[in-house]
């Protein structure tokens, strides 16, 4: 059974700070990688994904994140934070092809001071 | 939110009483699932359907049980509620891999407390 392991529970930066959030998976296959977002009282959005081709991918709002396969990882990355970027932070992965289990990390809650 | 309703939104309820959360798709997709989020634990998944009357357990799915008799509700039931149930329940579709759109979308929630 895949897991994801998210290494950072809560973040503080302050604004313009760059942010990086680790993400590690467990599963012998190939993956498909998600990064979703909730805003404080909103539900879960998707920020971006990964499924093939170019490991480095970009997502809503200036977000990208990058898929190292022998590190199984797929850390999300933004260079320049913004107070309206607060929010959780959850990784997701899914065996390629299998669109029944869906595992989600425990999330990162991220709080930006203006 | 367009395409995935959840209800009730808000339930308050007794240890021992059946709870009966729903799940409303108007986007004909496949899959369906139901998680819970609970603060330092994320999202665990409880059940999930690949079809009408097709679903199996997810990670968390002792006490709870499902049901998809049509291919737009997904029901979530707690038999007896206990206290350890108190969370908020997320509902979420997927039109799947075949559908190019391997991507969940997720309905408002439901916030169930079990006194």
């Known amino acids: 059974a895949q897991s994801v392991s998210q290494h950072n529970h809560h973040v503080i930066l302050s604004e313009a700070a760059s942010l990086e959030l680790g993400c590690n998976y467990s599963?012998?296959?190939?993956?498909?990688l998600f990064w979703y977002v909730q805003y404080p009282g909103q539900h879960l959005q998707l920020l971006l994904k990964?499924?093939?081709?170019?490991?480095l991918v970009k997502g809503i709002k200036g977000f990208e994140a990058e898929f190292i396969k022998s590190k199984f990882s797929f850390n999300l990355r933004k260079p320049s934070v913004q107070w309206s970027d607060t929010a959780e932070y959850f990784c997701?992965?899914?065996?390629?092809?299998?669109?029944?289990?869906?595992?989600f990390g425990k999330g990162t809650r991220l709080h930006i001071l203006p | 939110d367009a395409g995935i309703t959840q209800s009730p939104r808000h339930k308050v309820t007794e240890t021992g009483t059946p709870v009966t959360l729903r799940c409303h798709q108007t986007e004909n997709h496949r899959y369906m699932y139901w998680y819970r989020q609970d603060p330092g634990h994320g999202l665990r998944l409880i059940h999930y359907?690949?079809?009408?009357?097709?679903?199996d357990k997810g990670e968390v799915s002792d006490g709870y049980s499902v049901s998809r008799s049509k291919t737009e509700d997904f029901l979530l039931t707690l038999e007896s509620a206990t206290s350890s149930q108190t969370s908020v329940y997320f509902c979420a579709i997927n039109g799947g891999v075949l559908s190019g759109a391997n991507v969940l979308t997720f309905g408002a929630g439901s916030r169930l407390t079990v006194l």
């Open positions: 990964y499924f093939s081709g170019d490991p």
């Open positions: 359907s690949y079809g009408v009357k097709d679903t």
């Open positions: 599963y012998g296959g190939t993956v498909n």
């Open positions: 997701a992965v899914s065996p390629m092809n299998r669109d029944d289990k869906i595992i």
